[in-house]
């Protein structure tokens, strides 16, 4: 049972272009969630989070929004580049220090 | 400030050998987790130290897998017997705050290749 869900294995994207990455989660006491990018041989990196009292966090070209009522969440990045190509995990967790729960991932191409 | 430390970075082994994969922390972290990836999958989490105290290892396979956070620092996690499907690479993880939602920051990994 995914408790987090990532339905897009890949994306394409044209550089410059908006890239939109969703992930929908079915646990409705997670209160936290969070974007991490992973290029190959690497470990994921974080990249942005929200928790569940806002419904959207921004910073630099990355933007994420949260919409409870759905349970889904999604990550634009504006504008794409080409180093941006990388597999992005969505991932959520209950307030008070527990593990996260990552989804699959989305394997996001940007083409110059 | 350091990142996460991971080694070996790749380990191959022939199933029913015993292997083991050291974590070193961010300093000053008081939560350390390991993580197993397969491929194509995302991580999920096998164990969680607060400090050198076990908080989570509900999901560690108990047969073969064994982890411990000596000293509230490092933490090595050992497979003992190796089986084909333990093939992943395991990631550690730190995070500041306990008993708060905080970041967790991920090493490089270990590839694990059992044959």
């Known amino acids: 049972d995914q408790q987090v869900k990532q339905n897009s294995p890949s994306l394409s994207v044209q550089e410059g272009r908006i890239s939109i990455l969703n992930c929908d989660y079915t646990n409705s006491m997670f209160d936290y969630f969070l974007w991490y990018k992973k290029y190959p041989a690497e470990g994921p990196t974080f990249l942005i989070s929200?928790?569940?009292?806002?419904d959207k966090n921004e910073d630099g070209r990355f933007t994420v929004f949260l919409n409870k009522s759905a349970k889904h969440l999604s990550l634009h990045i504006v504008p794409s580049q080409p180093g941006d190509s990388a597999v992005y995990f969505c991932?959520?967790?209950?307030?008070?220090?527990?593990?996260?729960?990552f989804g699959k991932g989305t394997r996001l191409s940007v083409i110059a | 400030e350091a990142g996460v430390a991971q080694s070996p970075r790749y380990k191959i082994i022939e199933k029913r050998q015993s292997v083991a994969f050291w974590c070193n922390p961010i300093?000053?972290?008081?939560?350390l987790y390991w993580y197993q990836q397969i491929l194509g999958q995302g991580p999920k989490l096998l164990i969680q130290f607060q400090n050198n105290g076990v908080v989570d290892d509900s999901q560690l396979p108990k047969d073969r897998f064994s982890a411990e956070r000596l000293k509230g620092v490092d933490s090595t996690l050992k497979i003992q017997p190796a089986k084909l499907e333990d093939s992943a690479v395991y990631l550690c993880?730190?995070?500041?705050?306990?008993?708060?939602?905080?970041?967790?920051?991920f090493g490089p990994g270990t590839r694990l290749t059992v044959l």
């Open positions: 929200i928790s569940s009292i806002k």
């Open positions: 991932a959520a967790s209950l307030s008070g220090n527990t593990p996260l729960v």
């Open positions: 300093s000053g972290h008081a939560t």
């Open positions: 993880a730190s995070s500041h705050r306990p008993g708060d939602t905080d970041t967790q920051y």
